[in-house]
């Protein structure tokens, strides 16, 4: 019998199939094009993370659901969702909010402690998407998700995009899609997200964008790289770290250090809430 796509416990190894399916022909295409590929330690690193996440996020979801229920009960609005319309301002909104969010991520210590962990692969490609931070929960990404909920969209469709939102970026992450064309005016590209994971000094801080780069242009915050330009990844240091504890916990033990060091509560808010290093 077919898997039912409707079903997520039957669609999750078709994914997961897939994703190998296309880790495994791109590392082969860079690997016939003579450049750098996969580094299978950080890729393997990028899987204990992951397996991580898979235990992690749900007990996430789990102790957040009383939370994004009080919100929508106290919501100021119904926000219906019966049309295309509906779903189409959604995903504009939620798109605007994911800018926001992800700015703020690299603008801010607490929420980089969590973001970093997505930063830290030296090799962009795709597993590196699938890196993801595990303390959403303590830094507090969840909070951003809660004006559209109070605004009336229903906390499962919010959390829907979220996803839909984040597994679209995944095919973001290779070196082997070129530009395209005019799509590149609108929607966020792998040559966009090379540049915002590219560490070279002029180029941090920029293209936050999730489905659409247009946000980026508006709020000046878009940058390109010129074509054929190789580009440095990662968190700028001399080793990348392979060990999963360390690369999900290290920068909460670097701030907490900091934090420790601040002397009074003003400078740890200070440190806490400042741009990291």
Known sequence: MLPSLADPEQRRPL????????????????????????????????????????????????????????????????????????FLLLFLAFDLLYYGLHRAHHRVRWLWATHSVHHSTTRFNLSAAYRLGWTDLLSGTWLFLLPLVWLGAPPLAVTAAFALNLLYQLFLHTETVG????????????????VHHACEPELLDRNFGGVLIVWDRLFGTFAAAEDGRALRYGLGRPEPEHHPLRIALGEWRRLFADLRRAGNLRNALRTALSPPA
Do not use: C, K
């Not at 005019?182 to 090379?194: G, I, K, Q």
């Open 15 to 86: 994914v997961l199939a897939l994703l190998l399916a296309l880790m495994l022909a791109e590392a082969l295409w860079l690997r016939r094009l003579g450049r750098p590929g996969y580094d299978w330690r950080e890729s393997a690193a990028s899987t204990a993370i992951a397996v991580g996440n898979a235990v992690l996020r749900p007990l996430t979801a789990l102790a957040l659901l009383p939370v994004f229920g009080w919100v929508y009960e106290h919501r100021l609005f119904d926000w219906p969702l019966s049309g295309i319309g509906d």
């Open 179 to 194: 530009r395209l064309g005019w799509l590149e005016w609108v929607f966020n590209t792998p040559s966009h997200h090379r």
